[in-house]
């Protein structure tokens, strides 16, 4: 397999037949090696020992996160609650404009924008300014959208008595959004 369409950019969509062709060929022989490595298996009598680690597995796999939680284990280490509420919330609004676009939302809008707007929302008076926003992003429908997901998520967060208070930021009370 030849690795010239290896390096392109495969988050543009429509995918170019060159692109789609190279990931058909890329899988092409993955059913042949998987009866050949079973074969091998079964004649060195591990089959039965790989069928209970594959089954072990099975019971170790990572719980699905649902569908609207964009946020993960290490923004939980890094946020306090309410925080990280209204940074999921920011993050569903982006995951939305992501999939218009056909973009991985880093590409529309990075998460360290985002967590600033959590905790600094003033900062959405400057939506047009900031860095680390796709320029199909920084329209005040966007701008407006985000604000009211800010303003919904806080309400939300405070009458779930989510805690806002950490060793290292402070009360989310004393910020004002605009």
């Known amino acids: 397999l030849g690795k010239s369409q290896q390096k392109t950019d495969w988050t543009k969509r429509p995918l170019s037949n060159a692109q789609s062709d190279y ?7 993955l059913p042949e090696i998987k009866r050949k490595l079973l074969s091998l298996a079964e004649q060195k009598e591990i089959l039965e020992w790989i069928k209970e680690e594959n089954d072990a597995w ?4 990572a719980e699905e996160k649902p569908s609207n939680q964009f946020t993960n284990k290490d923004d939980a ?12 919330a920011l993050m569903l609004v982006r995951d939305g404009h992501a999939r218009k676009l056909n973009k991985p939302g880093y590409q529309v809008m990075t998460k360290d924008v985002l967590a600033d707007l959590a905790f600094k929302p003033e900062l959405i008076s400057d939506w047009n300014s900031l860095p680390g926003i796709h320029p199909k992003m920084k ?3 966007v701008r407006l959208e985000l604000k009211n997901a800010l303003e919904d998520s806080v309400e939300q967060a405070r009458q779930l008595n989510l805690a806002c208070k950490s060793r290292t930021w402070l009360n989310f009370d004393e910020r004002i959004i605009q």
């Open 58 to 61: 099975e019971i170790y796999r």
């Open 77 to 88: 280490k890094k946020f306090p609650p309410f925080y990280l509420y209204v940074l999921n």
């Open 139 to 141: 329209t005040e429908a």
């Open 23 to 29: 990931a058909a060929k890329d899988v092409a022989f």
